[in-house]
């Protein structure tokens, strides 16, 4: 029989088109991912941050920038004391979370890395002799989300400034990973506040030598008082808060000292080296509010499970420890940073605040605004 004539059904393709097309769809699945708008960008702001815009959009605009002050003052001596305190605290709680035993801590301690996984962050502090320091990354710290965990958190049972003590092999009971003894293992005493203090002093120059009076005094009524001795299971934890604004979403970041924790109950405490009074007390009500939305949200244990936090102050002075409970309103300090931020987000002219320019702002000369007269008649 005579062959079929070809239909258009059957007839042959166009090559040319063919490999057009296949280019296209080619092009298409190899282009670059289109960047996020910016207002899907969730940038991290401290409670420090939201507070100096406030006070002075212009000096806020210089250190977001991360200019450099022009002018540098050294430290008073009553914030050297605060730093030593503060230091010497952790050097110490630090022995005591590492030289804890037990399989029961021992799991608990692992569990927790699982799902804290420790970069070292917040105030500067002296990592004991034998210890690594924390590397750049480490000191940038970490951020959390509710559907992503905290990262920049101290884990339970890790030493500051270096790694957690390692676990215990068959023959070599404190030994690191290299085969050298951990600064942290549970066969070293655990040295004094006192020992620890004469190691932090020489790195604060004269006004070390100048704190240190003040700062024994203080860690010796520490050393007396419940603090001292009860179990801690985070230090200088690192707490960050999701909110959702207009413009997007965005992280308010911040420290606390010290974490306690006891089943479902856990215990936020900050160390202030001054002592108590209402309206001081009063004046941390934005920190306090940090902590604890925090913790409600789940930040510092298992997402979804019950949890009873409280935040506390710890009023550390030479005449002993005051421990003051804190019940801050949650939703008006979120509804506060969420104004704060949505006001940051607006703001293009950068202008300086209403008040008198601080006589110690080391931006001052670029600022542009002059200097006002002191009280006793001069400049500041």
């Given at each position: 029989?005579?062959?079929?004539?070809?239909?258009?059904?059957?007839?042959?393709?166009?090559?040319?088109?063919?490999?057009?097309?296949?280019?296209?769809v080619?092009?298409f699945l190899e282009?670059?991912?289109?960047?996020?708008?910016?207002?899907?960008?969730?940038?991290v702001?401290?409670?420090a941050?939201?507070?100096?815009?406030?006070?002075?959009?212009?000096?806020y605009?210089?250190?977001?920038?991360?200019?450099?002050?022009?002018?540098v003052?050294?430290?008073?001596?009553?914030?050297?004391?605060?730093n030593l305190?503060?230091?010497?605290?952790?050097i110490?709680?630090?022995?005591?979370?590492?030289?804890?035993?037990?399989?029961s801590?021992?799991?608990?301690?692992?569990?927790?890395?699982?799902?804290?996984?420790?970069l070292?962050?917040?105030?500067?502090?002296?990592?004991?002799?034998?210890?690594r320091?924390?590397?750049?990354?480490e000191?940038?710290?970490?951020?959390?989300?509710?559907?992503?965990?905290?990262?920049?958190?101290?884990?339970?049972?890790?030493p500051?400034?270096?790694?957690a003590?390692?676990p215990?092999?068959?023959g070599?009971?404190?030994?690191?990973?290299?085969?050298?003894?951990?600064?942290f293992?549970?066969?070293?005493?655990?040295?004094?506040?006192?020992?620890?203090l004469?190691?932090?002093?020489?790195l604060?120059?004269?006004?070390g030598l100048?704190?240190?009076?003040?700062?024994?005094?203080?860690?010796?009524?520490?050393?007396?008082?419940?603090l001292?001795?009860?179990?801690?299971w985070?230090?200088?934890?690192?707490?960050?808060?999701?909110?959702v604004?207009?413009?997007g979403?965005?992280?308010?970041?911040?420290?606390?000292?010290?974490v306690?924790?006891?089943?479902?109950?856990?215990?936020?405490?900050?160390?202030?080296?001054?002592?108590?009074?209402?309206?001081?007390?009063?004046?941390?009500?934005?920190?306090m509010a940090?902590?604890?939305a925090?913790?409600?949200?789940?930040?510092?244990?298992?997402?979804?499970?019950?949890?009873?936090?409280?935040?506390?102050?710890?009023?550390?002075?030479?005449?002993?420890?005051e421990?003051?409970?804190?019940?801050?309103?949650t939703?008006?300090?979120?509804?506060?940073?969420?104004?704060?931020?949505?006001a940051?987000?607006?703001?293009?002219?950068?202008?300086?605040?209403?008040?008198?320019?601080?006589?110690?702002?080391g931006?001052?000369?670029?600022?542009?605004?002059?200097?006002?007269?002191?009280?006793?008649?001069?400049s500041?």
């Amino acid at each position: 029989p005579a062959p079929a004539r070809p239909t258009a059904a059957t007839a042959p393709p166009d090559l040319p088109a063919l490999c057009e097309a296949m280019a296209a769809v080619r092009t298409f699945l190899e282009r670059p991912a289109a960047a996020p708008p910016a207002s899907a960008i969730e940038e991290v702001f401290s409670l420090a941050d939201l507070e100096q815009f406030e006070t002075c959009p212009r000096r806020y605009f210089f250190t977001r920038q991360h200019l450099a002050p022009l002018v540098v003052r050294e430290p008073s001596v009553a914030a050297t004391v605060g730093n030593l305190v503060h230091q010497a605290l952790r050097i110490f709680h630090g022995y005591q979370a590492a030289g804890s035993s037990g399989s029961s801590a021992g799991a608990r301690e692992a569990a927790s890395s699982r799902r804290h996984p420790r970069l070292p962050g917040g105030r500067p502090d002296l990592p004991p002799v034998g210890s690594r320091g924390p590397s750049s990354e480490e000191s940038r710290g970490g951020v959390s989300t509710p559907d992503r965990p905290l990262t920049g958190m101290a884990t339970p049972g890790s030493p500051p400034g270096g790694p957690a003590a390692a676990p215990v092999e068959p023959g070599g009971e404190g030994q690191s990973p290299r085969g050298r003894e951990s600064p942290f293992s549970a066969r070293r005493e655990r040295p004094s506040l006192e020992a620890i203090l004469d190691r932090l002093v020489p790195l604060h120059g004269p006004a070390g030598l100048a704190a240190r009076p003040r700062a024994a005094a203080i860690l010796e009524r520490y050393a007396a008082s419940p603090l001292a001795e009860g179990p801690v299971w985070l230090l200088e934890a690192e707490v960050n808060v999701r909110l959702v604004g207009p413009s997007g979403p965005f992280l308010v970041r911040g420290f606390t000292d010290r974490v306690d924790r006891d089943g479902p109950n856990t215990r936020l405490i900050d160390y202030k080296t001054h002592p108590y009074s209402p309206a001081a007390h009063a004046g941390y009500v934005r920190q306090m509010a940090l902590y604890l939305a925090a913790a409600r949200h789940g930040i510092l244990g298992d997402r979804g499970a019950l949890n009873f936090p409280e935040v506390c102050l710890a009023y550390l002075t030479e005449r002993g420890v005051e421990i003051h409970p804190a019940e801050p309103d949650t939703v008006a300090f979120e509804a506060w940073a969420t104004a704060v931020v949505e006001a940051i987000r607006r703001e293009t002219a950068w202008q300086a605040g209403s008040e008198a320019p601080c006589p110690d702002c080391g931006f001052l000369v670029l600022c542009g605004r002059p200097p006002v007269a002191s009280s006793d008649g001069g400049s500041p």
